[in-house]
């Protein structure tokens, strides 16, 4: 039986190897940087446009996230172990082009290198828009674009009115309406934004 040691030298052999430098000089040339700290640990601080998948979620996410194995990616973590066992797990998906950064991000830090901390939803966002965030297609990154979109709705009558109301659901930011009609009692069945308080407005 093998010791975690044995395994991440294991690990290690089977990949390749950058230092924080050599990271940097890979990420200029257009190589994708994929983050697989904790989410706790991201929103402390990362690397502008890195892909963040967290090392538990890695098999299950990274080919909807990068679906072309051919990019060439650097894998990084706080100090350059969940990184290495990361690479070795592309490699064995079939990623032709990994590297483990060693050191990982707290080495990039200390070093002054450029960082910032995220942009990222709050706990109650988080539990609000829970189902949205595991649709690959949305994730974090869609519902904060979501969350910055500004929409604007001509006519608030039987499909205006629902639609703001799935928008507003779905988490859009700023939903403006223009409508020339009067809020009527008898059209309330499909003004659904409306109620009996604004009829005449």
Same mark, same amino acid.
């Given at each position: 039986m093998a010791s975690f040691r044995e395994l991440l030298q294991q690990a290690k052999a089977e990949i390749r190897e950058v230092d924080t430098a050599g990271g940097e000089q890979l990420l200029a040339e257009g190589w994708t940087l994929l983050d697989v700290r904790e989410p706790d640990e991201y929103?402390? %601080?990362?690397?502008?446009?890195?892909?963040?998948?967290?090392?538990?979620?890695?098999? #299950? #996410?990274? $080919?909807?996230?990068?679906? *072309?194995? #051919?990019?060439?990616?650097? =894998?990084?973590?706080? %100090?350059?172990?969940?990184?290495?066992? =990361?690479?070795?797990?592309? $490699?064995?998906? %079939?990623?032709? *082009?990994?590297? #483990?950064? *060693?050191?990982g991000f707290n080495k990039w830090k200390d070093e002054g290198r450029a960082w910032a901390r995220p942009r990222t939803l709050s706990p109650d966002q988080r539990n609000r828009y829970q189902r949205h965030l595991l649709v690959p297609e949305v994730g974090e990154e869609g519902q904060l674009k979501l969350l910055d979109a500004k929409v604007l709705l001509l006519g608030a009558g039987g499909l205006g009115s629902p639609a703001a109301l799935y928008l507003a659901a779905a988490g859009v930011g700023t939903i403006g309406i223009i409508d020339m009609d009067v809020v009527d009692e008898s059209n309330l069945q499909r003004q659904v934004l409306h109620n009996v308080d604004r009829v005449g407005d």
């Open positions: 929103e402390q %601080g990362a690397i502008a446009g890195a892909v963040h998948i967290p090392r538990g979620q890695l098999e #299950s #996410s990274i $080919e909807h996230r990068v679906p *072309d194995r #051919s990019t060439p990616l650097v =894998a990084m973590c706080a %100090g350059g172990v969940r990184s290495a066992f =990361a690479a070795a797990t592309l $490699e064995q998906m %079939g990623y032709t *082009d990994v590297v #483990s950064m *060693d050191g």
